[in-house]
Nanobody
């Protein structure tokens, strides 16, 4: 049973930084990809970034490229999302996701990800 547990959310001021963590457990993740998404109130869940577990290949959404960076620590089975220069519009619940069938063509599709964490709230004050 794959489990994903996000942490690191909180309240920060505009321009600040946060690093979110996603601790993965339940299996060996070789061959998997891990992703980060977010969902603001009244909006659809949005793809942010993905990383392949073995090769470490990264993809970032254009909307956050240059501000957000995905990374991983294989030894800790943890994926991170470093978020800099935060804006009020970054306020959302942030989710971690995992799947073994990762493709660049489908990485933005929610249905392409089999496993999800419970989310962590990020609030940016103006």
């Amino acid at each position: 049973q794959v489990q994903l547990v996000e942490s690191g959310g909180g309240l920060v001021q505009t321009g600040g930084s946060l690093r979110l963590s996603c601790a993965a457990s339940g299996r060996t993740f070789s061959g998997y990809a891990m992703g980060w998404f977010r969902q603001a109130p009244g909006k659809e869940r949005e793809f942010l970034a993905a990383i392949t577990w073995t090769a470490g290949t990264k993809n970032h959404a254009d909307s956050v490229k240059g501000r957000f960076t995905i990374s991983k620590d294989n030894a800790k089975n943890t994926v991170y999302l470093q978020m800099n220069s935060l804006k009020p519009e970054d306020t959302a619940v942030y989710y971690c996701a995992a799947d073994s069938r990762f493709t660049i063509a489908t990485m933005r599709d929610l249905v392409a990800w089999a496993y999800w964490g419970q989310g962590t709230q990020v609030t940016i004050s103006s």
